[in-house]
């Protein structure tokens, strides 16, 4: 009797490892504008590269709520795990190879359900409302440098807290 409960044990370990790592390289794709891949899984990580909206990964592993990654682009590195989606993302028209006639920041909100035709419903509604410093806000760029004289000046060290 013991003789047949090994090999099922076995077999039944052998498919878990398999559906195991068959879940870790899964595809996924970047679901915001713009996202920093990290050579280690933590926002002060040395940065390896940056991805696009729509941007493929292969994920290799979990830690937290961090993925790490390999791309196409040849990057390889950790991302924040809400930066990526398991949805596919189509950034062609009428199934066909050539590219939207929109820019890469429309696409991105669009494909939050955000678009201009919301915008200018919510607008409608809300007369009061003024998008100027949302769109100020978002044309602010912050340079890898200016982060890292940021966090020393603040004392701030990766895993969290000051020194």
């Known amino acids: 009797m013991r003789f047949f409960g090994q090999p099922i044990a076995l077999a039944a ?8 790592i068959s879940a870790q390289a ?3 794709r970047v679901q915001v504008r ?3 891949v990290r050579n280690t899984p933590d926002f002060l990580g040395k940065l390896a590269g940056t991805l696009a909206y729509g941007d493929a990964v292969e994920t290799v592993q979990t830690q937290g709520a961090w993925v790490k990654v390999n791309t196409a682009k040849g990057i390889s ?13 189509e950034l062609t028209s ?25 915008e200018n419903q919510y607008k409608a509604r809300n007369r009061n ?3 100027a410093w949302v769109d100020s806000m978002e044309k602010i ?18 895993g969290g807290g000051a020194r």
């Not at 370990?13 to 195991?20: E, K, S, W």
């Not at 991302?79 to 398991?86: M, Q």
Request: proline share 1%; with cysteine.
């Open 13 to 20: 370990a052998a498919c878990g490892l398999i559906l195991a």
């Open 94 to 118: 009428a199934g066909r190879s050539d590219r939207l006639g929109a820019s890469a920041d429309e696409v991105a909100t669009a494909g939050k359900g955000f678009t201009k035709e919301v």
């Open 141 to 158: 760029r912050v340079s890898p440098a200016e982060a890292s004289g940021f966090l020393a000046e603040g004392q701030v060290r990766a």
């Open 77 to 89: 590195g950790w991302v924040n795990a809400s930066a990526l989606t398991a949805k596919k993302i």
């Open 34 to 36: 713009e996202t920093q």
């Open 129 to 131: 409302v003024s998008f």
């Open 26 to 28: 899964a595809q996924m």
